[in-house]
């Protein structure tokens, strides 16, 4: 597979063997540049080895396609992902073949693994591909991976790996001036070990031939003129902030600022012991929910998610508050006018300016297919259901889709869970024509490359450059059209329009690094790795501080919902570093089991999902039970529990913030104390 002029320009270093970050526009062949690299690796290199890191699952596949044209067969390719279920140990498939494909998050648990079949040391590699480079920064699995390397550098370790970046979109991590991109850039290349960021110069025109940018169009409606269901969403909201008695409480329903206010004050009201006003935050959610819902597609989906809130409510809560019935009758004595302003109001105007758009577009062209980006999975089952529902989209052959994360069962309701292998076969689907129309999340925004994709829709979305850059670019086919839809003087609008300025600032930013004299730039290189693991020492320390605080037996675990003390810190043990779960077999006595298992559809090496846990006191969801190696073992979320200590209740947000230690699950010694207790 020969490689065109532009993509020799950028490989030139990296086949001299110096690290680099490849920036390509999309759809311009950074993959097949990368190929060819791991290519020229392994003809000429001793004992070469390669990883290819992706960050999203669907990634494995599409570039194992990529590589497998370019090496031929000549070399053993292999592809981990999360969702193989049994396999070998990633450390046994990493000396038993040339080149691996996998998830970073796979990688990073084997480089932190102590069994042997599973455990990988990083210079085990002799070649390390990052694709979308981008997320190398804080405390993303891209980072952690990294900064293991620069420890390993600052420490003289040899050999390490070369470094080879691939990115569309550097960003500007939120900078808004050009020092502060420039900044950025540079963190990025510190993170990557970065001798240089390659770009096309002398073959810049042969690139804009084969990079097909798609026509932008600003798709706007005016706001609701009339709204009778948002108002009187609105007026049971403001009943409950009359009975919370919270006058300092901002009332901007509909917002994310809102959102973000009543998450804060049901945390603080969990922390207080304040059961009441902890449910009265929760509910006010679930409307400010149901408000952002009917603003991105229609009443009748809000009225839904209402709904399906209250009946689980009433299905699982064993124990109910005062309030709790106070809220619960409040929507019942409205929910049938609810019901018919839902059916009877006018229709969303974003809804209509997307119908035209659709219309258009599959009609005037030849073979279709297209992509709505929208930002919540709920949305995106609504805008779902909507297309199914539209006589005048079915005239023009619409076939679509949701493509949406795999998510997990924190999510309340079965439509949301999409299961990796979904994913996959939506995505094969719209590949071969089957289907011609997705509507994703931000899932599909990286990587995915559909060559006859032409028509890119963002509904309604609040988001950065790299994701205005990024979504743009599904758009692969020529002559592709670019839609973005949302109201007139929306914070929507402003925020694409600011995207636009950010991606210019980016290239800014990139040129001037790019310019900046060689010694002159190694130098700040080497500034920005000692100050990053200074940082990160410093963190660990704290970490270690912070759960060293209080002794775990002294640290009481009690229900979120009805505060009913259910066990100790000292009776937790992590499974895989990530599940937390209760070892105490007294603890049975405080939770129920649901019958049926909880549905992942997919699979795990060493455990598979029971049934849903709940206080049985309260009937709160705790989370789930797993069968880890033929044992049960009841895996608590973080958010079910509040933390008595010494010094006042806490509520933590990760198990690896709690402040106390939890040791590592030791089956053999669980499973042997089983044993001791069934001979008795």
Not at 150 to 156: A, C, F, I, S, V
Not at 465 to 489: L, T
Not at 635 to 650: C, H, W, Y
């Amino acid at each position: 597979m020969e490689l065109r002029p532009y993509q020799w320009e950028v490989i030139m270093p990296a086949l001299e063997g110096k690290n680099i970050i490849i920036w390509l526009p999309t759809g311009s062949g950074k993959t097949r540049a990368a190929a060819y690299v791991a290519k020229r690796h392994l003809e000429t290199v001793d004992g070469a080895k390669v990883v290819v890191l992706v960050n999203r699952v669907h990634l494995v596949t599409q570039h194992y396609e990529e590589f497998s044209r370019m090496l031929d067969r000549r070399w053993t390719i292999t592809t981990l992902s999360g969702d193989m279920g049994p396999r070998a140990g990633f450390g046994h498939m990493a000396r038993r073949h040339d080149l691996l494909i996998c998830t970073a998050e796979l990688l990073q648990k084997a480089l932190a693994s102590l069994e042997e079949e599973e455990h990988v040391e990083l210079n085990a590699f002799s070649l390390l591909v990052v694709d979308e480079c981008h997320h190398t920064h804080k405390d993303t699995v891209y980072n952690i991976i990294l900064s293991r390397y620069l420890e390993l550098k600052l420490q003289r370790t040899r050999p390490l790996p070369q470094v080879l970046g691939l990115t569309a979109s550097p960003g500007t991590g939120g900078a808004s001036t050009l020092k502060g991109a420039i900044d950025h850039v540079l963190q990025l290349c510190a993170n990557l070990d970065t001798w240089r960021i390659m770009s096309p110069q002398d073959h810049s025109p042969q690139l804009q031939e084969h990079s097909h940018q798609p026509c932008k169009q600003y798709d706007l409606c005016h706001r609701h003129t009339q709204d009778p269901f948002g108002d009187m969403l609105k007026k049971l909201m403001d009943q409950i902030h009359d009975h919370l008695e919270m006058p300092k409480l901002r009332r901007d329903f509909g917002t994310q600022t809102y959102e973000q206010q009543v998450v804060e004050l049901s945390q603080d009201a969990a922390e207080a012991g304040l059961l009441e006003q902890r449910v009265y935050a929760l509910h006010l959610r679930r409307y400010n929910d149901a408000l952002l819902i009917h603003d991105t597609v229609r009443a009748v989906d809000a009225l839904d998610t209402l709904r399906d809130f209250y009946n689980r409510e009433r299905a699982t809560k064993t124990g109910v508050l005062h309030a709790e019935r106070w809220l619960l009758a409040l929507f019942d004595d409205h929910k049938n006018e609810l019901a018919r302003l839902a059916t009877s109001g006018p229709e969303n105007p974003k809804l209509e300016v997307l119908e035209a758009i659709l219309q258009k577009q599959f009609r005037s062209l030849d073979s279709p297919r297209g992509i709505i980006f929208t930002r919540t999975r709920q949305s995106a089952h609504s805008l779902l259901l909507w297309l199914q529902q539209q006589p005048g989209l079915q005239t023009v052959g619409i076939r679509p889709q949701v493509l949406i994360g795999a998510g997990n069962n924190s999510q309340k309701t079965q439509m949301i869970q999409m299961t990796q292998r979904d994913q996959q076969e939506v995505i094969q689907k719209f590949r071969t024509g089957t289907l011609n129309l997705l509507v994703a999340t931000s899932v599909a925004e990286e990587g995915l490359d559909i060559p006859q994709c032409n028509v890119v829709v963002r509904y309604g979305l609040l988001t950065n450059e790299i994701s205005m850059v990024q979504a743009r670019g599904r758009a692969r086919a020529s002559q592709s059209v670019y839609s973005f839809v949302a109201a007139q003087g929306s914070r929507e609008l402003q925020r694409e329009l600011t995207n636009e300025a950010l991606e210019a600032l980016m290239e800014q930013a990139v040129a001037a690094v790019r310019a900046m004299d060689q010694a002159e730039y190694q130098a700040k290189i080497r500034d920005l790795q000692r100050a990053a693991l200074v940082k990160r020492a410093v963190q660990a320390a704290q970490r270690e501080s912070r759960q060293r605080k209080f002794l775990a037996e002294q640290v009481q675990l009690l229900c979120i919902n009805c505060m009913v003390s259910v066990g100790y810190g000292s009776d937790l043990r992590k499974v895989e570093g990530t599940h937390h779960v209760n070892v105490n077999p007294n603890f049975s006595v405080y939770y129920n089991v649901s019958k049926q298992p909880v549905d992942i559809s997919r699979s795990f090496r060493d455990w598979r999902p029971g049934g849903a846990i709940s206080c049985r006191n309260c009937g709160e969801a705790w989370g789930l039970q797993i069968i880890y190696k033929s044992v049960k073992l009841p895996v608590l979320k973080v958010g079910s529990m509040l933390l008595e200590t010494s010094q006042g209740r806490v509520r933590a947000k990760k198990w690896s913030r709690v402040p106390f230690t939890v040791p590592d699950f030791d089956y053999v010694q669980y499973a042997e104390g089983l044993a001791g207790l069934s001979l008795d």
